[in-house]
């Protein structure tokens, strides 16, 4: 019995060194690389991307100890710092927005939220989507059409991914597809209409693998999905050169005029 209870409080005080740990590779870090960026010249900046790329690093090999939500929730939240700095990121750029979410994904794949940001930071801003697309096919296996809840819009975002950014119109049609059938399991409003809009999408690259109707409701994925301004507008310019007018409603919704011919 006595062996028992050295035995826990062993792993009580592992757990807690872990979470120190963590937090020591966290916080003071991340408000240094925040204090630091504000003045820094390029080089400098660049020395704090490599530091904080081995910082994840580590993070993707450190044990857990059972905290492995609590690790993605700090490390997102270190993402949405990293995202967020406009000024510092038009310097340096995204590279780093696929290492946060190998962290992130590896300890939660069922961390709905991240996908968004996965597929807009990734694949829109570090301009790697075959990066962003990998995550989502691992991540995929730890999923099902009922866990997590809406589970569905990770297929979806897949797709945004293959056919806007990569062209690749086979996958994409699987994804949307995908994204069909999950939704189907479910008898809710939003799900009926993901289900929906998937299912037309597929159709639409049936008939035509460049069609124009399928990127631009593509597109229109990406205007919903709580995209910030620089996604909000880039959409919108994307959708135009597509021969499509984005509408705004009269109570701040937004609708689309497709052209003439797909």
Not at 116 to 129: D, F, G, K
């Amino acid at each position: 019995m006595l062996a028992s209870f050295h035995q826990s409080i062993g792993a009580f005080f592992s757990a807690c060194l872990c979470i120190s740990g963590v937090c020591l590779l966290q916080f003071p870090h991340m408000q240094q690389l925040i204090s630091n960026q504000k003045t820094a010249s390029l080089e400098t900046l660049e020395r704090e991307i490599k530091a904080e790329k081995l910082r994840l690093n580590l993070l993707k090999q450190m044990p857990s100890f059972g905290y492995t939500n609590l690790i993605a929730n700090w490390v997102y939240l270190d993402f949405l710092q990293y995202f967020g700095d406009d000024e510092i990121r038009a310097k340096t750029g995204y590279s780093l927005s696929p290492e946060y979410f190998e962290v992130i994904l590896k300890r939660d794949p069922r961390f709905l939220e991240a996908y968004l940001s996965l597929s807009t930071s990734t694949s829109m801003y570090a301009a790697m989507p075959e990066r962003s697309i990998a995550l989502m096919k691992t991540g995929l296996k730890s999923l099902s059409p009922w866990v997590p809840s809406k589970s569905y819009y990770v297929w979806r975002y897949k797709g945004i991914d293959e056919l806007l950014f990569l062209g690749d119109y086979q996958n994409a049609k699987q994804s949307f597809q995908q994204a069909a059938n999950w939704a189907n399991n479910h008898t809710g409003e939003e799900s009926k209409q993901i289900a929906e809009f998937s299912q037309k999408t597929v159709e639409f690259l049936e008939r035509n693998p460049d069609s124009k109707y399928a990127q631009i409701a593509t597109w229109m994925m990406v205007l919903n999905n709580q995209a910030d301004e620089k996604t909000h507008q880039r959409a919108i310019i994307a959708i135009e050169a597509l021969g499509g007018k984005v509408i705004k409603n009269p109570n701040g919704s937004t609708r689309i005029k497709l052209p003439k011919e797909d």
